[in-house]
C-alpha cells in the first residue's frame, strides 16, 4: 500500500490529460521526459519511497498552483520540512538543466510564460530585496527564502524544456 502523495500521484499520472496540463502547464509525455532527464542527471536525499515524479508534482504544485509550503505537505502527505526539501531538489536540479542545455531560441520568453507560473505573481519586477532573496510558498511561517536569480533559472529551464520536448 502506498502513500497519499504516491497515490495522488499515480491518479495525476493516469487521470484525464487536460486535468494533468491543467495541473503541471505540460504534458504526461512531457512530465516523463522531465522526471527521467532528473533521474538520470540530477543528485537527491529525498527518501526512495518518493518517486521523482511525486517530486516535480511537489514542486509544481508550489510553482504552477502556487500553493504554500504547509497546503503542499498536507496535500502530498508530507510534513513542511520535507516538503521544502522535495522543493530544493528540483530547484537544484532544474537550474543543472539550465546549465547543461541551451535555451532555444524560439523558447517564449520569461515575461510572456509568467501566467503560467503563479509563485511570480508574488515577486515583483523591480521591487526584489537588496539581497536578491524571495520569499515563497509562505503560509504563516511555512515559506522559503531562495534567490530570486535561482528561481527565474530554473524557471527557464522548465520553460525551455516544456517547449522543446511537448506533444506536436
Not at 527521467?36 to 508550489?62: G, K
Not at 500553493?67 to 543543472?96: P, R
Request: proline letters at 3%; charged letters at 25%; a negative charge.
Amino acid at each position: 500500500m502506498g502513500s497519499t502523495g504516491t497515490e495522488r500521484a499515480r491518479f495525476l499520472l493516469n487521470g484525464v490529460p487536460d486535468r494533468f496540463n491543467d495541473y503541471c502547464h505540460m504534458d504526461q509525455i512531457t512530465f516523463v521526459q522531465l522526471a527521467d532527464w532528473l533521474m538520470e542527471h540530477a543528485e537527491s536525499n529525498i527518501p526512495r519511497e518518493i518517486s521523482i515524479e511525486e517530486c516535480l508534482f511537489v514542486f509544481l504544485d508550489i510553482v504552477a498552483q502556487g500553493n504554500s509550503f504547509k497546503a503542499a505537505a498536507y496535500g502530498w502527505d508530507h510534513d513542511v520540512q520535507l516538503t521544502q526539501s522535495i522543493f530544493i531538489v528540483i530547484l537544484n536540479a532544474l537550474n543543472l538543466l539550465r546549465e547543461k542545455e541551451e535555451i532555444s531560441p524560439s523558447c517564449p520568453a520569461m515575461s510572456t510564460t509568467r501566467s503560467r507560473w503563479r509563485v511570480l505573481r508574488g515577486i515583483r519586477p523591480g521591487k526584489s530585496r537588496m539581497d536578491g532573496m524571495v520569499k515563497i510558498g509562505d503560509d504563516n511561517g511555512g515559506g522559503l527564502e531562495i534567490s530570486q536569480e535561482s528561481l527565474t533559472q530554473a524557471l527557464t529551464a522548465l520553460n525551455n524544456f516544456i517547449h522543446e520536448h511537448k506533444e506536436i
